[in-house]
């Protein structure tokens, strides 16, 4: 049951891209859209670009999830992308350093810590774009790799024996697309992050990214949907935790929390080499289901460079 619900939403993923239209013809006249800023390890920019990210998050936990009672988590990351053509790219968007704080410590489980963040990193390759370049969309595969501190609900997650299991790590095949209108710029991402074993939980996520352009300033709004389509086999939670953490909680399944953020990018500087942005969004759960999610502040620099491995 586990391999037929991952399949079936891989295959409704791959539907989307099958039915988005004509075939590439090159990443040209795309330099007015901009990245989303929130859900950073997952919301892809559907462009084959070159780029450095910093990334800084400050995320309150919620005092509605069954344990820790609340508290905050941080998070220092740096993303990169490198273009080989103006379609392909290689892409590294998980990794940092963690910082947790719960107001409640659980020896062994859930404790105050910093640590390293797992890995993910993976390709993506641009399948559509019209001739005026007002649409893009493009396919990616990402692998997320159990390779973080346990401290910080990474890796093994857990310290305490008998629950500690590693797991092989994740499997994310996604589509992100952009499309254009006047000054205004849609994006949009959907992905499955499928356990590659029974220890973690699965995912299906889904992004929305709407700006409007004014000069060099982009105010915009954000909308993320995670649902876990299958549970883990860590700890009888049930609630997730949401991108960043991966709890394997075994009554988890069909649960999902919907966030939206507001915020904006900035354009500070456009250069012979290529762009510099700034950009943050504030974001909070439209539902009444949180799990670990209670606010959340995200802040980036984005130094995108005008060039491709093959030129």
Same mark, same amino acid.
């Given at each position: 049951?586990?391999?037929?619900?991952?399949?079936?939403?891989?295959?409704?993923?791959?539907?989307?891209?099958?039915?988005?239209?004509?075939?590439?013809?090159?990443?040209?006249?795309?330099?007015?859209?901009?990245?989303?800023?929130?859900?950073?390890?997952?919301?892809?920019?559907?462009? @084959?670009?070159?780029? !450095?990210?910093?990334? #800084?998050?400050?995320?309150?936990?919620?005092?509605?999830?069954?344990?820790?009672?609340?508290?905050?988590?941080?998070?220092?990351?740096?993303?990169?992308?490198?273009?080989?053509?103006?379609?392909?790219?290689?892409?590294?968007?998980?990794?940092?350093?963690?910082?947790?704080?719960?107001?409640?410590?659980? *020896?062994?489980?859930?404790?105050?810590?910093?640590?390293?963040?797992?890995?993910?990193?993976?390709?993506?390759?641009? %399948?559509?774009?019209?001739?005026?370049?007002?649409?893009?969309?493009?396919?990616?595969?990402?692998?997320?790799?159990?390779?973080?501190?346990?401290?910080?609900?990474?890796?093994?997650?857990?310290? %305490?024996?008998? %629950? *500690?299991?590693?797991? +092989?790590?994740?499997?994310?095949?996604?589509?992100?697309?952009?499309?254009?209108?006047?000054?205004?710029?849609?994006?949009?991402?959907?992905?499955?992050? +499928? +356990?590659?074993?029974?220890?973690?939980?699965? #995912?299906?996520?889904?992004?929305?990214?709407?700006?409007?352009?004014?000069?060099?300033?982009?105010?915009?709004?954000?909308?993320?949907?995670?649902?876990?389509?299958?549970?883990?086999?860590?700890?009888?939670?049930?609630?997730?935790?949401?991108?960043?953490?991966?709890?394997?909680?075994?009554?988890?399944?069909?649960?999902? !929390?919907?966030?939206? @953020?507001?915020?904006?990018?900035?354009?500070?500087?456009?250069?012979?080499?290529?762009?510099?942005?700034?950009?943050?969004?504030?974001?909070?759960?439209?539902?009444?289901?949180?799990? %670990?999610?209670?606010?959340?502040?995200?802040?980036?620099?984005?130094?995108?460079?005008?060039?491709?491995?093959?030129?």
């Amino acid at each position: 049951m586990k391999l037929k619900r991952i399949a079936g939403a891989i295959v409704g993923v791959t539907a989307m891209a099958c039915c988005a239209g004509k075939p590439a013809k090159g990443a040209e006249g795309l330099a007015d859209y901009i990245s989303p800023v929130s859900n950073p390890t997952n919301f892809e920019d559907p462009r @084959a670009v070159t780029d !450095v990210r910093p990334i #800084f998050v400050v995320h309150k936990l919620s005092d509605k999830f069954s344990v820790g009672d609340g508290g905050e988590a941080y998070l220092l990351a740096l993303q990169a992308r490198v273009a080989i053509t103006d379609k392909f790219s290689f892409i590294a968007t998980k990794d940092g350093i963690l910082w947790l704080q719960p107001n409640e410590e659980i *020896d062994g489980a859930l404790e105050q810590g910093v640590g390293f963040a797992n890995l993910a990193f993976g390709v993506k390759y641009t %399948i559509v774009e019209d001739e005026e370049a007002d649409h893009i969309v493009s396919l990616g595969l990402r692998y997320e790799a159990p390779s973080g501190s346990s401290q910080v609900l990474q890796g093994k997650v857990f310290q %305490i024996e008998g %629950i *500690d299991d590693r797991g +092989a790590g994740l499997m994310n095949p996604f589509i992100t697309g952009g499309l254009s209108f006047e000054d205004f710029h849609l994006l949009g991402y959907a992905g499955v992050r +499928a +356990a590659l074993d029974d220890v973690d939980s699965s #995912f299906f996520d889904m992004s929305l990214h709407l700006d409007h352009q004014f000069g060099d300033f982009y105010p915009l709004i954000e909308v993320n949907w995670i649902q876990t389509i299958d549970e883990g086999g860590r700890l009888p939670l049930g609630g997730e935790g949401f991108d960043i953490i991966n709890l394997g909680s075994t009554d988890s399944e069909g649960k999902g !929390v919907v966030t939206s @953020a507001v915020g904006a990018r900035y354009r500070v500087a456009k250069l012979d080499w290529g762009d510099i942005d700034l950009g943050a969004a504030v974001e909070f759960p439209l539902t009444d289901r949180e799990d %670990i999610f209670d606010f959340r502040l995200t802040t980036d620099m984005i130094f995108r460079f005008n060039w491709t491995a093959l030129n």
